[in-house]
């Protein structure tokens, strides 16, 4: 079993709104990824969990607020969002952070920040 | 700071025909995967390469990693519409500080047409 699970998968939401994104992965990955994507661009990584512990925060603005509350679960929760948040949301898994493991992509949350 | 430039950006072609993808970088990677993605989806990881001069076959898909381990090449054969989609190169970083972190090229928009 090599999937990534994301729910959900659209989500409107106005900029004072609070939501969470969900991530499940059951491949007993270690490391665990946060990624935001623009429409026909590359995946721009966000956060980084190494056995549950935030390893990499790659200055992500506050509002953007990670959560990983064990090691087949992560959460991204989301507050005061502005238009230009709008993308699609990618959550990717690997066996290990910092070595040659492959890294194993969701399908992604397409979000629409009002 | 590691760069993969991929190119070419866009690829319009005909059913049948021929192309390659090129990623190039001065930098050394550990392995450097592919990925197709479609639009409103997450990445789909097509192979990994982890040696260099390796070659790898995926059906009408070949695959390339450099010798110095700094490029690598897709090739697809007779294409079929199905092929259209995004193609990424991500390369992981030799020197073992990257902590998971994956360094992708701009992407290839390839639209095969019947």
């Known amino acids: 079993d090599t999937e990534v699970t994301q729910t959900p998968k659209h989500l409107v939401m106005g900029m004072t709104n609070k939501k969470s994104l969900k991530c499940e992965q059951h491949?007993?990955?270690?490391?665990m990824y946060w990624y935001k994507q623009k429409a026909k661009k590359p995946p721009e990584l966000m956060f980084v969990?190494?056995?549950?512990?935030?390893?990499i925060n790659e200055s992500v603005p506050s509002r953007f607020s990670p959560e990983c509350p064990n090691s087949s679960l992560l959460n991204l929760h989301l507050h005061a969002l502005q238009p230009e948040d709008s993308a699609l949301y990618l959550c990717?898994?690997?066996?290990?952070?910092?070595?040659?493991?492959?890294?194993?992509f969701g399908p992604g949350t397409r979000l629409t920040v009002l | 700071t590691q760069l993969l430039e991929q190119s070419p950006q866009f690829l319009s072609i005909q059913e049948g025909e021929n192309l390659t993808v090129y990623c190039n970088s001065s930098?050394?990677?550990?392995?450097l995967q592919w990925y197709r993605q479609e639009p409103g989806e997450g990445p789909v990881l097509l192979v990994t390469v982890v040696t260099g001069g390796e070659v790898k076959k995926l059906k009408r898909l070949t695959f390339q990693f450099g010798d110095a381990r700094k490029d690598s090449s897709l090739h697809i054969t007779a294409a079929q519409p199905g092929d259209t989609g995004l193609y990424l190169c991500a390369g992981r970083d030799a020197g073992g500080t990257s902590y998971g972190k994956l360094t992708f090229g701009q992407g290839t928009i390839l639209t095969v047409h019947p």
């Open positions: 491949m007993g990955h270690r490391a």
């Open positions: 990717a898994s690997s066996r290990r952070a910092g070595t040659s493991h492959e890294q194993f």
């Open positions: 930098s050394v990677f550990s392995s």
């Open positions: 969990y190494s056995y549950e512990k935030l390893s």
